[in-house]
């Protein structure tokens, strides 16, 4: 297969809710999750407090960091790609273009550099809020389910590239 990887589901340690959905690692050896994120979490099922493992910021050593920068890069250009493809399916679509040239080079890299910037902004977010948390005088676990997109961006990110690759091939391929 192309893309070789293996996920995870972490729970609550007491009620077994699942608070997140992650690549482990792709092609069975690199690591896809930064690390970043409040290291106290409350379920918000039960309440119950528990380590998550995570770290914030202001802990971080220069490695962590730099890996954080690397793998922000790598998840920006891969949304960056997998958005890309539907954004001009569906351009060529609803303009019926019969343009072989379209979309340019211009066009592609223009788009996949636009959202990758979105998800590197998203990652800067999650860095200030990170470094907010650490400061605050009280230091209070965050409440954690499914949806919190701190703790589950991963899963997020999967679900929008998933729509955007199926909507690419539906349109390319049976609308077409
Ligand atoms: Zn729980």
Redesign the pocket.
């Known amino acids: 297969m192309l893309m070789e990887f293996t996920w995870r589901f972490l729970r609550?340690p007491?009620?077994?809710?699942v608070y997140n959905w992650h690549v482990d690692k792709l092609f069975y050896i690199v690591k896809m999750r930064t690390r970043l994120g409040p290291p106290s979490l409350r379920?918000a099922?039960?309440?119950?407090v528990f380590v998550s493992g995570l770290q914030e910021w202001a802990r971080m050593s220069p490695s962590q960091r730099t890996r954080f920068a690397i793998l922000s890069l790598l998840d920006s250009l891969f949304v960056g790609f997998s958005l890309t493809l539907p954004t001009f399916a569906v351009i060529g679509y609803a303009t019926n273009t019969s343009d072989p040239q379209f979309p340019s080079f211009g066009l592609v890299s223009t788009s996949v550099a636009a959202y990758a910037l979105l998800v590197l902004a998203l990652q800067v977010v999650r860095v200030i809020l990170s470094n907010r948390r650490a400061e605050s005088v009280v230091q209070e676990p965050v409440l954690v389910s499914f949806f919190s997109w701190q703790t589950n961006l991963q899963f997020y990110a999967v679900v929008v590239c998933s729509v955007g690759i199926l909507l690419f091939f539906y349109i390319t391929f049976v609308l077409r």
Request: with cysteine; aromatic share 0%; net charge positive.
């Open positions: 609550c007491n009620c077994g809710k379920c099922s039960c309440g119950t």
